[in-house]
T-cell receptor
Framework: DQQVKQNSPSLSVQEGRISILNCDYT??????FLWYKKYPAEGPTFLIS?????DKNEDGRFTVFLNKSAKHLSLHIVPSQPGDSAVYFC??????????????FGKGTHLIIQP | EAGVTQFPSHSVIEKGQTVTLRCDPI?????LYWYRRVMGKEIKFLLH????????ESGMPNNRFLAERTGGTYSTLKVQPAELEDSGVYFC???????????FGEGSRLTVL
């Protein structure tokens, strides 16, 4: 029973265009969401996060949007650069209780930026 | 500042053998987590230490897995005896507080033959 779903295993985007990665969740207790980026043979690195009290958080080229009613979040990268090619994991936590202490991750989306 | 370090980076063992994975968190981080990623699937939570105490071990698969964090510093995760389905990448992560971002190590890849 997957509580965090990333339905696109891979996504190919041309350099300079916008990359949109999607994530859906089922657990209504989740109140904090994060995106992690992972290169091969490395551990995930934190990218950006959003609290459930917000619907948007922006950091440079990266913006995360949260739609609580739809239990959906998305990560926008604009403009996309070759170094953005990596696997992106959506993660969620129920900081105010109701679940395991750890983050619940999706399966990841492999983003490929084409020159 | 050194990041989260894990050892070994890759271990190949036979079914029935024992393996011990080690994690050194970022200095000063009280929270230490173990996660596992199996065969390109999602990264799954195993357990969470706060200092030397197990805060949550609800993700541990079974009693073949034993995690310790002596003195609240480094942590070890022992698998005994290892089974084929234990193969995967074991990630350790640490954080200063329970909320917010986790800093991950590079992972220990375990292959059980």
């Amino acid at each position: 029973d997957q509580q965090v779903k990333q339905n696109s295993p891979s996504l190919s985007v041309q350099e300079g265009r916008i990359s949109i990665l999607n994530c859906d969740y089922t657990n209504s207790m989740f109140d904090y969401f994060l995106w992690y980026k992972k290169y091969p043979a490395e551990g995930p690195t934190f990218l950006i996060s959003i609290s459930s009290i917000k619907d948007k958080n922006e950091d440079g080229r990266f913006t995360v949007f949260l739609n609580k009613s739809a239990k959906h979040l998305s990560l926008h990268i604009v403009p996309s650069q070759p170094g953005d090619s990596a696997v992106y994991f959506c993660a969620a936590s129920a900081n105010s209780g109701g679940g395991a202490d750890g983050l619940t991750f999706g399966k990841g989306t492999h983003l490929i930026i084409q020159p | 500042e050194a990041g989260v370090t894990q050892f070994p980076s890759h271990s190949v063992i036979e079914k029935g053998q024992t393996v011990t994975l080690r994690c050194d968190p970022i200095s000063g981080h009280d929270n230490l987590y173990w996660y596992r990623r199996v065969m390109g699937k999602e990264i799954k939570f195993l357990l969470h230490f706060v200092k030397e105490s197990k805060q949550d071990e609800s993700g541990m698969p079974n009693n073949r897995f034993l995690a310790e964090r002596t003195g609240g510093t480094y942590s070890t995760l022992k698998v005994q005896p290892a089974e084929l389905e234990d193969s995967g990448v074991y990630f350790c992560a640490s954080s200063h507080n329970r909320l917010g971002e986790l800093f991950f190590g590079e992972g220990s890849r375990l292959t059980v033959l």
